[in-house]
C-alpha cells in the first residue's frame, strides 16, 4: 500500500531509515535469532584478492550486490545489502536491504552518480521506502529535490577518490584485499554523522567497501559477501 508523507514526515522518514536505528527500535525476537544465527556462521576468509591495478573503482552494472555485516555503537549486528536490480538512460535503480534487529526494511532508488567523485553530482530521481510491515512510501519530484542533501550525505560511501592514499591488506568474511586503499570517511543521515576509518578495494563493486572502524565511536562493517551478477529485486 502507498502514502503520502507531509514535508516533515518524509524528511523524518528518510533520514531514520538510513540509520541502523530506523523506524523500529523495538526488537523482534524472530529477526534477532536470524542475524544472530547468520554472525555465528560467519567464518574465516577463504578468498584472496590481489593488490588493486589502479585507482578507479568498478563501474554500475545490473546484478552487482555486497552484503556487510555492521556493528553498532550498542554492540549489536545488522546486515545491509547493496544490488543494482535494473537501469535506466544513465541511471540505475538501486535496492537497499538493512537487516537489523527491530526487523527488515529496504528501500529502493533509481540512482546516477555521473561523477564518481564529486557527491554534487548525486541524483536520486525516484524513491520508495518499505518498512518492516510492507508498507511503501513513495517520494519523487519536489520532496526528492527537498531532501537532495539529506540523501547526498547518506550515499557518500558510493563517492570515490582513491589515488594518493595509503594502502593495506584487510582480511574479512569475504576474503583477504591486498592492498586496500585506507581514507577517513564521513556520512551524514539527517541529523546523524559519523566518522570512520575504512579500506576499499576496486574488486569489491559498488562502493569498494571492504571494512571501515568508528572513529567517534564504536561502530563497524566488514563485507562478508558480493558478486557482480544476480542480483534480483525483493521490494
Known sequence: MQKPLARRGALGAVS????????????????????????????????QFAAPSGFTPMPFAVGQWTRHKLVDDKGQPAFMTYKVIGQEADAFWMEIVTEQYAGRTMMKMLLAIPDRTNPNTIDVRALSIKDKNGHVTTLDGAML?????????????????WQG?????????????????????DASWGPYHTANTSWSHAAVPLSGLVKSQGIDKPTSMELVDFGLTGAVSEF
Open 165 to 185: 592514499l595509503p594502502q593495506e591488506d584487510a582480511s574479512v568474511p569475504a576474503g583477504t584485499f591486498a592492498g586496500c586503499f585506507r581514507a577517513r570517511t
Open 145 to 161: 529535490s527537498f531532501l537532495k542533501s539529506t540523501y547526498q550525505g547518506a550515499l557518500s560511501t558510493l563517492v570515490i577518490s
Open 16 to 47: 531514520l531509515c538510513l540509520t541502523l536505528a530506523a523506524c523500529a527500535p523495538s526488537i523482534d525476537g524472530a529477526a534477532k535469532a536470524d542475524i544472530d544465527r547468520r554472525v555465528a556462521a560467519l567464518g574465516a576468509p577463504q578468498q
